[in-house]
């Protein structure tokens, strides 16, 4: 059966709209606040035995949103219906943006997705029970999701820091954008919502890597 999903559709009508093709440069998606949960904390979190409900899949394979939300408590607030991003991960461990961060109180550290090393304390919760992660809380350094035949039309490299540029109304050239270069990605540069609120974000939009 095609899996053809709402998301998909919206992204080919604005593609055909704007008359946008792969050599215009490399597609930019946002992402939102979001926690990946260990097994562990799913079932503290939501009860013994319980599975995460996939909701929808995401560009990365594998990767998909759930139906469950939590929310995250910080000193100085909460951030209600965070969602929930599948597969469990060995380490729990939340993404927000700055604005989203300090909004609760916490003043979180820009590291790459995974690597929660001197990340901050964040409390996860739902209506049943709440965790403490002692240390998981991030602000998801911007990178591109790139596949090993793009990276060798564009000239990067895995782990290599690049400058993109987004044109449009609100233009911006970021510095600082890690290449991570994997078979299971599809193309795709990832901001979060401050980064892309700031340079006019709307779907379809796409960046050029500059040196
Ligand atoms: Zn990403």
Redesign the pocket.
């Given at each position: 059966m095609v899996d053809l999903n709402l998301n998909y559709i919206v992204d080919e009508v604005i593609k055909r709209l704007y008359g946008e093709n792969e050599d215009e440069g490399i597609l930019v998606e946002a992402?939102g606040r979001h926690v990946h949960l260990s097994e562990e904390h799913v079932e503290l979190l939501f009860g013994k035995g319980y599975k995460l409900v996939k909701s929808r899949d995401l560009s990365?394979f594998g990767q998909y949103l759930c139906e469950e939300k939590v929310n995250l408590i910080g000193p100085k607030g909460v951030l209600e219906n965070v969602s929930v991003l599948g597969p469990a991960r060995k380490d729990s461990q939340a993404e927000l943006s700055k604005t989203d961060a300090i909004s609760i109180g916490i003043n979180a550290p820009v590291k790459i997705?995974g690597n929660i090393e001197n990340s901050e304390k964040i409390i996860i919760a739902t209506s049943m029970a709440a965790v403490t992660l002692q240390r998981g809380l991030i602000v998801a350094k911007r990178?591109i999701?790139i596949t090993p035949e793009d990276a060798i039309k564009y000239g990067v490299k895995d782990n290599e820091e690049v400058s993109i540029d987004i044109c449009g109304e609100r233009g911006v050239i970021f510095k600082n954008v890690t290449v991570r270069v994997s078979d299971k990605f599809s193309t795709a540069v990832?901001l979060d919502y401050d980064e892309a609120n700031a340079c006019g974000f709307y779907k379809g939009i796409r960046a050029t890597i500059i040196r």
């Open positions: 992402s990365q997705s990178h999701h990832h």
